[in-house]
């Protein structure tokens, strides 16, 4: 088991980090060379700038077992058909039941602003939301 971040936006790379150290798992951070993070405790995979080259980066480097921590459905969708167990920034995590839904959601919302529509944005992030994910990633690496 090893633990990928798509940093791209990551709020919880520092819980991530934190629970890695916990318990003895090897983590990457993978970033493209706009947003380059370096952590201690982690290996930086950096990548050169283009659409979603950190994303398939990380896809072509997850396998069965590891924990991918996105907010970007095709990217998990990716990691779950390697065997990967995927949750977000929130702690909600990915399955084969709720991707193809959380897909079609996006793929909605997308024409809605190419048609000149508006979508709101997420909320400030708050303290419930890092316990949330905490407790997540933590019951997932319990179970493995």
């Known amino acids: 088991m090893r633990i ?16 890695a150290r916990k318990n003895d798992t090897e983590c990457h951070i993978f970033c493209d060379t706009c947003h380059v993070f370096e952590k201690e405790g982690a290996e930086t995979h950096v990548v050169p700038k283009g659409a979603d080259s950190a ?17 970007d459905y095709g990217l998990a969708s990716m990691c779950l058909s390697r065997g990967a167990i995927c949750i977000n920034q929130d702690g909600c995590e990915y399955t084969e039941d709720n991707i193809d839904g959380l897909l079609f959601a996006r793929h909605t919302a997308k024409k809605v602003r190419n048609a000149g529509g508006r979508i709101k944005g997420p909320s400030k992030r708050t303290k419930e939301q890092d316990i949330s994910f905490s407790e997540k990633l933590n019951e997932i690496m319990a179970r493995m």
């Open 4 to 19: 990928l971040i798509d940093a791209d936006g990551c709020p919880v790379v520092d819980i991530v980090l934190k629970a």
């Open 55 to 71: 994303d398939f980066a990380l896809a072509n480097f997850a396998k069965r077992g590891d924990i991918v921590i996105t907010q």
